[in-house]
């Protein structure tokens, strides 16, 4: 009961928003919005002249309800779609599944996975795009069927150098992408299926993503060993063009902040290269998110993308159950027809633990502790030991460093004086 009194919350918290857009009188007021940023920013002649759309609609998940403004904040698995420099800095190891309904009869089924060995992350996913594709003669009757596909299959690592205690290191990464387009065959003027003529539009590519990330302090005011900004450097879907047809090459310039505790700000700025044709890239766009934390298990997102000829308003809500976390998430874009359930993507996020990796902070975190209680009362043996120890579970862990140093310090200008000492005798 529990459950389905949390999933109807997080709908209702998801929709809400949007119900003067579906009661104001019959009136597109999105499409008056998308008008308005259209005419500041005009039409990009240059659009859809990339292949494989696939590769610019997200699986779901917590970035696609901050409307893809997530490069910089890359915290769980949708990092894999925006920059692949996430991995060696995620928390926990995680297994996704991820449904979005899109325009017309369009879906797009995803499954992800992700873990971390140190400072080495790993990951893969699957996404697949599919849509009927029906032929119909001038006599109305259908004359060819099937579906139009397009799939992507990723695989992701990236390392974190320099991390430590204070610094959280410069995290770097790689995608390695295949794709597919298949094409069923088709009929001719006089409705006779053409063999192979699906195939010869089909197509087969090998592209990569490389990213940057790095987290900081910035402007902090309130207490949390985690830090509250990010950056992050991002180039996608680097490849060559695929039957004459550009990939979607962008790169991304990201920056994340958290001004306080429940609440994070995001914002992505795009520039989209065609490399068949640098005149043939489309316009800049960018991307702005919000994230905030209502309770331990809820969390609300909303995002705007101003892209010319397609900006796109996305909400979104996110509730936790113990190790499950359930996204939902509307976008409305320019191609979307206002109607409910139109554009919806729903994730479920298995939480798999972190590897032990928190006990061991706790553990270190008292083994500090227990070293300063000892030094204070005087017993320095005892904290040398408790600041190994801690030390000997992780190296970088640079407070229990600053205390061996002091106590060292301390030792050697000991044995100075008392060498002194002597000298005087």
Excluded at 180 to 206: H, T, W
Aim: charged share 20%; proline share 4%.
């Amino acid at each position: 009961m529990r459950l389905k009194i949390a999933v109807f919350l997080a709908v209702f918290l998801v929709y809400s928003p949007l119900l003067p857009v579906f009661s104001f009188d019959g009136q597109d007021l999105f499409g008056d919005i998308a008008d308005y940023l259209n005419n500041i920013y005009g039409i990009d002649n240059n659009a859809g002249l990339t292949a494989f759309p696939v590769l610019n609609i997200p699986m779901g998940g917590r970035s696609q309800g901050m409307a893809g403004a997530f490069s910089a904040i890359s915290d769980d698995i949708s990092f894999l779609e925006f920059n692949p420099a996430g991995s060696s800095m995620l928390e926990k190891s995680e297994l996704a599944f991820f449904h979005t309904n899109w325009v017309a009869d369009t879906n797009i089924e995803g499954i992800a996975y992700a873990t971390r060995f140190g400072d080495l992350g790993i990951a893969a996913g699957l996404k697949w795009l599919y849509t009927p594709f029906t032929q119909f003669n001038q006599y109305g009757e259908r004359s060819s069927s099937g579906y139009y596909s397009e799939g992507v299959a990723i695989l992701n690592a990236s390392y974190n150098f320099l991390s430590g205690y204070y610094f959280s290191g410069i995290s770097v990464g790689a995608n390695l992408k295949g794709a597919f387009r298949i094409v069923p065959d088709y009929a001719d003027k006089i409705d006779n299926i053409i063999q192979g003529s699906g195939l010869s539009q089909s197509a087969v590519m090998v592209m990569m993503d490389v990213g940057v990330l790095t987290r900081f302090n910035l402007l902090k005011s309130y207490d949390s060993k985690d830090k509250n900004a990010s950056a992050a450097l991002v180039i996608r879907n680097i490849g060559p063009p695929s039957m004459g047809e550009a990939l979607p090459t962008a790169v991304t310039a990201a920056f994340a902040f958290k001004p306080i505790r429940p609440l994070t700000l995001a914002l992505d700025l795009s520039l989209p290269l065609n490399l068949t044709d640098l005149s043939l890239s489309e316009k800049p766009y960018g991307a702005f998110g919000l994230s905030a934390n209502i309770t331990s298990f809820l969390s609300m997102r909303a995002g705007l993308m101003i892209k010319p000829g397609s900006p796109r308003i996305t909400v979104g809500s996110e509730i936790t159950f113990n190790n499950l976390a359930l996204d939902v998430n509307y976008t409305l874009d320019f191609l979307t027809q206002l109607q409910p359930l139109n554009r919806v993507s729903i994730g479920v996020r298995l939480d798999l633990g972190d590897g032990g990796r928190s006990a061991d902070r706790n553990k270190i975190d008292e083994l500090y502790l227990l070293g300063l209680e000892a030094y204070i009362r005087g017993n320095h043996e005892d904290a040398r030991l408790c600041w190994e120890e801690a030390l000997r579970i992780d190296p970088r862990y640079d407070p229990a460093r600053e205390g061996l140093a002091m106590m060292d310090d301390r030792e050697t200008l000991i044995q100075r004086v008392d060498d002194l000492y002597k000298l005087d005798i």
